[in-house]
């Protein structure tokens, strides 16, 4: 490669257009290394231009808890005051009654816990409302099923256990719509990175 070829090989199409404009008045060595140089590049419409990177301050507005998510942090932050509302009511009566006391209670501390991780973006967020969920609509059956026994033991006390049954249908109907919501919201796949 000759001086020539080697300058112009390191100049910018620009530069090179300057010279070619103005190519009289190089030596006939240049001038063949300037022709040289400019048909082996790409005319200047082939060039593809640089890529626009998206700036680093711009974010998914469904990035965060907004949304039908918002929704479901204020009812588990509801839900810590029906569940324990739930429990003192319950706090006397046969063995089963007192358990499923207890149950409510933890389900409140749980409730409280979940929405937090959900608020911080805890990476154990999905798993705590899974967890969540799981419990909630066995809670909903049990009381489902506390509905059917009282129905097939006693035809006196029809209507409460129809209202058992009434709500343990719509506790486990509620809790399998909020599954499915953490299945395929895309709120939920950009803030915590996957689904449920």
Request: net charge positive.
């Amino acid at each position: 490669m000759t001086d020539f070829a080697q300058r112009y090989r390191d100049m910018s199409a620009h530069q090179l257009a300057q010279l070619a404009a103005d190519e009289d008045s190089l030596v006939p060595e240049a001038r063949e290394a300037l022709r040289v140089e400019i048909a082996r590049r790409p005319p200047p419409t082939a060039r593809r231009p640089p890529p626009v990177e998206e700036p680093a301050s711009a974010k998914d507005p469904l990035d965060g808890v907004g949304g039908w998510l918002a929704w479901f942090c204020l009812g588990l932050f509801a839900g810590v005051f029906s569940q324990i509302r739930l429990a003192v009511s319950l706090r006397t009566g046969s063995g089963i009654i007192i358990a499923f006391a207890i149950l409510g209670l933890g389900m409140a501390a749980w409730n409280l816990v979940t929405g937090i991780s959900i608020l911080r973006r805890s990476r154990s967020a999905l798993r705590m409302i899974f967890i969540h969920l799981t419990t909630g609509a066995l809670q909903g059956a049990i009381i489902l099923v506390a509905g059917i026994a009282l129905l097939a033991s006693s035809h006196g006390l029809v209507e409460e256990a129809v209202v058992l049954i009434a709500v343990g249908l719509s506790i486990v109907a509620g809790y399998a719509i909020w599954f499915w919501y953490f299945q395929v919201s895309k709120r939920v796949k950009v803030t915590f990175g996957r689904n449920l």
